[in-house]
């Protein structure tokens, strides 16, 4: 019964590859975002999507799309991967998109570009 | 840009000691949160300040903020083993919920 699930956990990969990382949160909420944390722990937000429309699209390259089928999932695409694509993403949730909602995360996934 | 800072970067204490860690951040701000990351997991939230706020208690949890100065500080109180984490700040200046996120401290917290 965990509140925000993101899958795989772990996802090692060669360059060029694509791969996805899905999302789904069971907490009623209407927003969804994806984080990416780096090596030195920098969080940085990519992507929030507000019951399936995209609020927040951050400077981040086209070979990421994010895809929300429906208010509780929010899943990751990235084409074309990269070695600086390495790092840990996480999906969170919230309420809300209004100002001062906190944010529930998933355990995160560690994705490794060889 | 990098909207949160915190200070310092890594803080080791015994087990009862008092974890004092501090935020600057460069814009105003709606709200202020803090956050705890277990190693290997995801972010947990441990409390909100407001920017008319100045001060905010929770359990051991102390937070000021002080909008003049842009920083706000966490004070955690008898530090036990489990508060071992890495504690992030995080800041909202838009009108839509964007957090912008800092680089966080790892406290250390030695039985």
């Known amino acids: 019964d965990t509140a925000v699930s993101q899958t795989p956990k772990y996802l090692v990969t060669q360059m060029g590859n694509d791969k996805s990382i899905k999302c789904e949160q069971n907490?009623?909420?209407?927003?969804m975002y994806w984080y990416k944390q780096d090596s030195k722990k920098f969080l940085k937000i990519m992507f929030s999507?507000?019951?399936?429309?995209?609020?927040i699209n951050e400077t981040v390259p086209n070979r990421f799309s994010p895809k929300s089928p429906d208010k509780a999932h929010l899943n990751l695409h990235i084409n074309s991967l990269e070695l600086g694509d390495s790092a840990v993403y996480f999906c969170?949730?919230?309420?809300?998109?209004?100002?001062?909602?906190?944010?529930?995360f998933g355990s995160g996934t560690q994705l490794s570009v060889l | 840009s990098q909207q949160g800072e915190e200070d310092p970067q890594a803080l080791s204490i015994q087990e009862g000691e008092n974890a004092t860690m501090n935020c600057s951040y460069k814009?105003?701000?709606?709200?202020l949160q803090w956050y705890r990351q277990n190693s290997g997991r995801g972010l947990v939230h441990l409390i909100l300040?407001?920017?008319?706020?100045r001060e905010k208690h929770s359990g051991r949890l102390r937070v000021t903020l002080d909008t003049s100065k842009k920083s706000s500080s966490l004070l955690i109180t008898a530090s036990r083993a489990a508060d071992t984490a890495s504690y992030f700040c995080?800041?909202?200046?838009?009108?839509?919920?964007?957090?912008?996120f800092g680089q966080g401290t790892i406290l250390t917290v030695h039985p």
């Open positions: 969170a949730s919230s309420q809300s998109h209004r100002v001062g909602e906190k944010l529930f």
């Open positions: 907490l009623g909420h209407d927003t």
């Open positions: 999507y507000n019951n399936k429309e995209l609020i």
């Open positions: 814009t105003s701000i709606n709200n």
């Open positions: 300040i407001r920017s008319n706020e």
């Open positions: 995080a800041t909202d200046n838009t009108s839509y919920g964007k957090l912008t």
